[in-house]
């Protein structure tokens, strides 16, 4: 069931809708409504039980960082504390279906260095946090999640200028936490293998480093190992076990995705992976257990 809740100024006419949105449930606040008569309309796409519940207070004011030129300067790292009361839908965003609230920061660095982003909604909001480098331009998106909680560590991150775009559905208060370090790898520390055997790891407060072609791009923590094999060789590598939905796969170059070889989702036992692959030249491969979300 979808519910659907107009504001107008006119019963009946659309001509005076202020704001109509849907969804299940739904919030949405009408910042510095002038004082008058209005009418709420509230429809459903079938017949069912719903329950409205309004307030007023004193009217809000738009955030600063709400369009890109006011975007605040996160360059010196820290935690942010902002909000999404009163602030527009400006920027399309592609993991957000829909126009939603957003407010905008921005970070330079002079050169390569690993950032990362965390992102902690309040009042049980899956916000949506977006880095660009143009700002507001969606080609430009170099990362976008939708979450509760969005943790993301950009590896060896080039030099320049880069935009954050915070978004959601409703006006929840939110925090942003910004950290610089030394450039890395996501294969830095990862274990090596040079023979057949069984390995076990843990992919829990891991990041996710890694994107694949299939299993919906691997948006999960992932783990990397090194094969370093020194002859030729057949490569049967198998998910035998694990609590989540896996993807495997295998590239040549370790940060470089389009090197990958081949990827697998569900081939093995339920939601496990395998990957088969015969007369696999002598060198060195990264193979990476990931995961679907």
């Known amino acids: 069931f979808t519910p659907y809740v107009a504001i107008s100024e006119t019963c009946g006419s659309t001509g005076g809708e202020i704001v ?11 910042c510095a409504l002038p004082a008058g008569d209005y009418y709420m309309v509230v429809r459903g796409n079938r017949p069912d039980d ?27 790292g820290g935690t942010f504390s902002g909000t999404l009361l009163c602030a527009e839908g ?10 939603n609230h957003d407010v905008v920061y921005t970070f330079t660095t002079l050169e390569e260095q690993d950032v990362t982003l965390l992102l902690t909604a309040e009042d049980d909001l899956a916000a949506s946090l977006a880095l660009e480098t143009v700002c507001g331009e969606r080609t430009s998106e170099q990362f976008c999640q939708r979450s509760a909680t969005v943790n993301r560590l950009f590896r060896s991150l080039p030099a320049g200028t880069y935009y954050i775009v915070v978004s959601g559905e409703y006006e929840a208060d939110f925090e942003l936490e910004v950290s610089f370090g030394p450039p890395t790898s996501a294969c ?10 069984v390995f076990s790891g843990d992919t829990t407060g891991g990041h996710d480093d890694f994107r694949t072609t299939c299993g919906g791009n691997g948006q999960g923590n992932d783990v990397p190992y090194l094969l370093e094999i020194p002859y030729t060789f057949d490569l049967n590598a198998e998910v035998t076990s694990a609590p989540f939905d896996t993807v495997l796969h295998i590239r040549r170059v370790c ?13 093995g036992t339920g939601t496990l992976s395998i990957l088969e692959l015969s007369a696999m030249e002598a060198g060195n491969y990264v193979l990476v257990m990931d995961a679907l979300s």
């Open 90 to 99: 400006d920027y399309d965003l592609s993991c957000e279906w829909r126009d």
């Open 188 to 197: 830095d520390g990862a274990t090596v293998v040079t023979e057949t055997g």
């Open 255 to 267: 940060d470089d995705q389009t090197s990958q070889i081949l990827c697998d989702d569900d081939g």
């Open 20 to 30: 109509c949105d849907g969804g299940n449930p739904q919030a949405r606040t009408v």
């Open 50 to 76: 719903l329950e409205v519940s309004m307030s007023t207070s004193e009217p809000g004011t738009t955030p600063t960082n709400d369009v890109c030129a006011n975007a605040i300067d996160v360059s010196a």
